[in-house]
Each structure stands twice: as C-alpha cells, then as structure tokens.
C-alpha cells in the first residue's frame, strides 16, 4: 500500500466499525472523535489485513461508484467499468476500512466539509 500523505488538510475516510448492544441504546450517544483517536492508536500485528475487491452498487443511480482519474467520485460507472473495481482494505480484525480505486489508486476521502473526493 502507498503511504497516504500527511499533513493535508484532508481526512482520509476511515470508516470505524462500532459494536453497541441493546443495553447502551439508553444512553448518551457515542463520543465518535474520542473513539476514533483511541482506535487510530493501537497497532494491531496480530491480525490480517484483509485485501478484495469490489463493485459497489448504488440503488439510486443503479450503477456503480467510481473513483476516476480526475478524483472525481461518483456512482455513475456500468457494471465492469475499470474505474468501478474497488480494493478494500482492512486491518485490526475489520474495525477499519480503506476503499481505493483499483486503476486510479485514489483512496476514497472527504476533505473537512464532508465532500467525497479521491486522494
Ligand atoms: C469527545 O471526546 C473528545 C476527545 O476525548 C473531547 O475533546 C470532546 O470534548 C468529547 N465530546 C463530548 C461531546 O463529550
């Protein structure tokens, strides 16, 4: 995997899967930056990375989201489109997930408004 550059004024998308169970749902809402940074600091050699591939539909647009060379992301690709081949990534047993483009090597990213772009 190529190293993401730092110090950018984007945020990578890192997507932090959360277990809760019944007994929580009574309470405050999770503190997501509080869980984020304490995930972003444990080091995990123990389990796999796990690397496929993907389409990602959308029932929207009925097509498939695509990571282009211009960095543009959209769910505007036919089924097989070059650009709609996703590589997912996860590591630390699947709590994190990186998505690229498997032609562009743009990751999937939001810059701090919220804004879907490829990095
Ligand atoms: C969430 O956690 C962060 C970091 O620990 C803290 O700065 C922030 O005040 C917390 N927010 C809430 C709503 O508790």
Not at 44 to 55: E, K, M, P
Request: aromatic content about 8%; hydrophobic content about 35%; some cysteine.
């Amino acid at each position: 995997m190529r190293a993401l550059p730092s110090g950018l004024s984007y945020l990578c998308l890192h997507l932090f899967a959360l277990c809760y169970y019944a007994q929580v749902t009574n309470q405050s809402p999770p503190n997501f930056t509080q869980h984020v940074s304490e995930q972003s600091k444990l080091t995990d050699r123990v389990s796999r990375r796990l690397i496929r591939i993907y389409q990602l539909y959308s029932r929207t647009s009925g097509k498939h989201v695509q990571v282009l060379p211009n960095k543009k992301i959209n769910a505007m690709a036919e089924d097989g489109d070059v650009h709609a081949k996703l590589v997912v990534e996860t590591d630390t047993f699947g709590s994190r997930v990186r998505i690229k483009g498997a032609e562009t090597g743009f990751y999937i990213c939001m810059n701090k408004r919220g804004k879907l772009i490829g990095k």
